[in-house]
C-alpha cells in the first residue's frame, strides 16, 4: 500500500514537473512581423507577452488606435492553444477593494478614493451611493449627517470630443467598478481603491477571454501571425 501510495505521488511530482517546464518553454513574447513599405507610413505595435508567473500582456497600436489588456494565461496539455483571460471582462464592472471603519469623531459618512488616474485631469468621476450620483471633484466625498451608505460604486468618464487630442484614441468613454453592498451599516468611513492593473491604459482596455492556436513558435491572434522573439 504505501509503495502505491508513493508510485502515486511520484506520478503527480513529475506530471506537475512537466507541466511547469512546458510553461515555461512556452512564456515569451509574440510580436507581429511586418513586411513591405507599409509599417514604414503607419508603424504597428503588436504583440503578446506570455510572463512566465503565468501572467500576459497585450499590446496593440495601429495608427490611432491603441489597445491594451492584461490577465492569465495557460497552455493545454499538449500546448496546441493558449488560453487567455483577461483581469477585466467588463469594463463597467471593474473589482473594486473596500476598507470599511467606524469613526467616533464625527457623525459623517466619508469616502476617501485611493485614484490610480489622478494625473489625468480630464477624467471626471461620479460616486453613486444608495442610487444618488454625487460628483468627486476631489479624492475624498463627504456627505450629510443621517445618511446611511447601503451601496455604491465609482464612474470615470472622459469626454470623446474633448480628447480629440488623445493618440490612441479612447476604446471607450466610460468604465465603472462593481458595485460594493456595505457590510456594517454602522460604518461611516470608506476607503476605495482599484486592483494595481486598474491604470492610464484603463480607458484602452480590451477584456479578452480566448483559445489561441500556438504552433511551435507562432501565436495566431485575430487572424495574423505573431513571432517568438
Same mark, same amino acid.
Not at 460628483?135 to 480628447?163: E, Q
Given at each position: 500500500?504505501?509503495?502505491?501510495?508513493?508510485?502515486? +505521488?511520484?506520478?503527480?511530482?513529475?506530471?506537475?514537473? /512537466?507541466?511547469?517546464?512546458?510553461?515555461?518553454?512556452?512564456?515569451?513574447? !509574440?510580436?507581429? $512581423?511586418?513586411?513591405?513599405?507599409?509599417?514604414?507610413? $503607419?508603424?504597428?505595435?503588436? !504583440?503578446?507577452?506570455?510572463?512566465?508567473?503565468?501572467? /500576459?500582456? !497585450?499590446?496593440?497600436?495601429?495608427?490611432?488606435?491603441?489597445?491594451?489588456?492584461?490577465?492569465?494565461?495557460?497552455?493545454?496539455?499538449?500546448?496546441?492553444?493558449? $488560453?487567455?483571460?483577461? *483581469?477585466?471582462?467588463?469594463?463597467?464592472?471593474?473589482?473594486?477593494?473596500?476598507?470599511?471603519?467606524?469613526?467616533?469623531?464625527?457623525?459623517?459618512?466619508? *469616502?476617501?478614493?485611493?485614484?490610480?488616474?489622478?494625473?489625468?485631469?480630464?477624467?471626471?468621476?461620479?460616486?453613486?451611493?444608495?442610487?444618488?450620483?454625487?460628483? &468627486?471633484?476631489?479624492?475624498?466625498?463627504?456627505?450629510?449627517?443621517?445618511?446611511?451608505?447601503?451601496?455604491?460604486?465609482?464612474?470615470?468618464?472622459?469626454?470623446?470630443?474633448?480628447?480629440?487630442? $488623445?493618440?490612441?484614441?479612447? &476604446?471607450?468613454?466610460?468604465?465603472?467598478?462593481?458595485?460594493?453592498?456595505?457590510?456594517?451599516?454602522?460604518?461611516?468611513?470608506?476607503?476605495?481603491?482599484?486592483?494595481? /492593473?486598474?491604470?492610464?491604459?484603463? *480607458?484602452?482596455?480590451?477584456?479578452?477571454?480566448?483559445?489561441?492556436?500556438?504552433?511551435?513558435?507562432? +501565436?495566431? *491572434?485575430?487572424?495574423?501571425? &505573431?513571432?517568438?522573439?
Amino acid at each position: 500500500m504505501k509503495c502505491l501510495i508513493k508510485s502515486i +505521488l511520484l506520478f503527480l511530482g513529475i506530471s506537475l514537473f /512537466f507541466s511547469c517546464q512546458s510553461q515555461r518553454n512556452v512564456a515569451g513574447k !509574440y510580436t507581429l $512581423i511586418q513586411r513591405g513599405k507599409y509599417p514604414k507610413i $503607419i508603424p504597428v505595435t503588436f !504583440y503578446v507577452e506570455l510572463n512566465s508567473d503565468s501572467t /500576459f500582456k !497585450y499590446n496593440f497600436r495601429g495608427g490611432l488606435y491603441g489597445k491594451v489588456s492584461t490577465g492569465l494565461w495557460k497552455a493545454d496539455k499538449n500546448n496546441k492553444r493558449i $488560453i487567455v483571460n483577461s *483581469f477585466i471582462q467588463d469594463i463597467r464592472n471593474i473589482p473594486v477593494v473596500v476598507t470599511e471603519t467606524k469613526s467616533n469623531n464625527n457623525s459623517f459618512l466619508l *469616502f476617501v478614493f485611493d485614484n490610480p488616474l489622478k494625473l489625468d485631469t480630464s477624467v471626471k468621476w461620479t460616486l453613486n451611493v444608495n442610487d444618488i450620483d454625487y460628483p &468627486l471633484n476631489t479624492d475624498s466625498l463627504v456627505l450629510d449627517k443621517g445618511i446611511i451608505a447601503k451601496d455604491f460604486y465609482l464612474t470615470g468618464h472622459i469626454s470623446l470630443r474633448d480628447s480629440t487630442g $488623445i493618440i490612441p484614441i479612447p &476604446l471607450q468613454d466610460t468604465i465603472q467598478s462593481k458595485k460594493y453592498n456595505v457590510k456594517n451599516l454602522n460604518n461611516n468611513v470608506y476607503h476605495i481603491a482599484f486592483p494595481v /492593473f486598474v491604470n492610464y491604459n484603463i *480607458f484602452h482596455y480590451k477584456p479578452l477571454q480566448d483559445s489561441l492556436k500556438l504552433n511551435r513558435k507562432t +501565436l495566431l *491572434f485575430e487572424g495574423m501571425k &505573431l513571432k517568438k522573439k
